[in-house]
């Protein structure tokens, strides 16, 4: 039997960073999903995460672990697989390692990705967007930096890990006209600003405190945003703009609801799909397909494309009465005779 620790510490700590160069937040995506694994099967195994052996992560437990975060932790299936993800990349860090574990390591990868639903996208419009950017104070220096992170979030289109982690060293400080981002995939590019976004960045950095983290936007304490702080900013300034639009209160508005609209938006306004995969940087076309789905422009344009059949004219004759009675004499109603 061998230990499961010290294998899996090497694949978070040493694997993940330097050979993989995986960012930061995958390799916190995939300790914590590790971190519900453990607990899950030290719970069945009746022992501590630090006694459990790989052997006794089998696809049977595996499994189970996957119904459990489903039914009692109401995951979705785009998170199940998620979690399947990071725990068939760690087998597949262990088949190079442990030749002993090579068919235990095989099984596992063979548990499929569960299918999910191709939903519409939720996105924002453009009143709505509006209403959302108004929300916060421009009186309050934290109502001005939650103006400057709304603006560039939906202006650039960006993952909220990628708006966190900007930098200061990644924007121009002197015209601020354009951000340099590193986003998933380690891909780079470099998006300009409307001057709304631009004059909303300079109003942050002419108080945005000196002291702190290299970060863009800081917190309270002068440490760079986290992904939490920073939804829990947008909740609170989506419920005060629904108490302008209350239809923002039937809506669910995520960091990426703002990504969404970007794409929505920059599709209606430039009708190319590839214009918007390069904007949102998506390795392919095929990401942003789903944007083409929600834009009901171009299925109006075929539909007013295309001849619609025509119909035969005519009215319509009523039966006569008399003829009617006529043949209904002599039917019988009672099928079995």
Excluded at 90 to 118: G, H, N, T
Excluded at 265 to 278: P, Y
Excluded at 319 to 328: E, F, G, N, Q
Aim: charged share 25%.
């Amino acid at each position: 039997m061998t230990a499961l620790a010290p294998h899996l510490t090497t694949f978070l700590r040493e694997h993940l960073p330097r050979e993989r160069r995986a960012s930061p937040h995958t390799c916190e995506a995939y300790a914590y999903s590790f971190q519900l694994l453990l607990c899950f099967a030290a719970s069945r195994l009746r022992t501590t995460p630090s006694r459990i052996e790989i052997e006794q992560l089998d696809p049977p437990l595996l499994l189970a672990f996957l119904e459990h975060i489903e039914r009692e932790r109401g995951n979705s299936a785009r998170t199940r697989n998620a979690r399947l993800a990071a725990i068939k990349a760690y087998f597949r860090f262990l088949e190079y390692r442990l030749p002993s574990c090579l068919d235990q390591a095989r099984r596992v990868r063979a548990i499929p990705m569960k299918k999910v639903d191709e939903a519409l996208v939720s996105h924002l419009s453009r009143d709505e967007m509006q209403a959302l950017l108004d929300a916060p104070n421009p009186r309050q220096v934290s109502g001005i930096r939650d103006r400057a992170m709304l603006h560039l979030a939906f202006a650039a289109g960006l993952r909220v890990s990628e708006l966190v982690s900007i930098r200061l060293d990644q924007i121009d400080r002197q015209t601020v006209t354009s951000i340099h981002v590193m986003g998933k995939g380690r891909r780079e590019r470099v998006l300009p600003l409307w001057k709304e976004t631009t004059a909303a960045l300079k109003a942050w950095l002419a108080v945005r405190p000196a002291s702190g983290d290299a970060e863009l936007f800081l917190n309270a304490m002068g440490r760079a945003m986290t992904r939490a702080g920073f939804e829990y900013i947008l909740a609170k300034h989506a419920a005060t703009a629904a108490q302008k639009l209350p239809s923002l209160a039937d809506k669910r508005i995520t960091p990426h609801v703002l990504r969404h609209t970007c794409a929505m938006h920059t599709l209606k306004a430039t009708r190319d799909v590839r214009k918007v995969s390069l904007w949102l940087g998506h390795a392919s076309l095929q990401s942003t397909e789903i944007y083409l789905r929600a834009d009901p422009t171009e299925k109006l344009e075929a539909l007013a494309a295309m001849a619609p059949p025509s119909l035969k004219p005519g009215r319509f004759a009523a039966p006569d009465k008399l003829l009617a009675m006529l043949k209904s004499i002599g039917r019988s109603t009672n099928y079995v005779e």
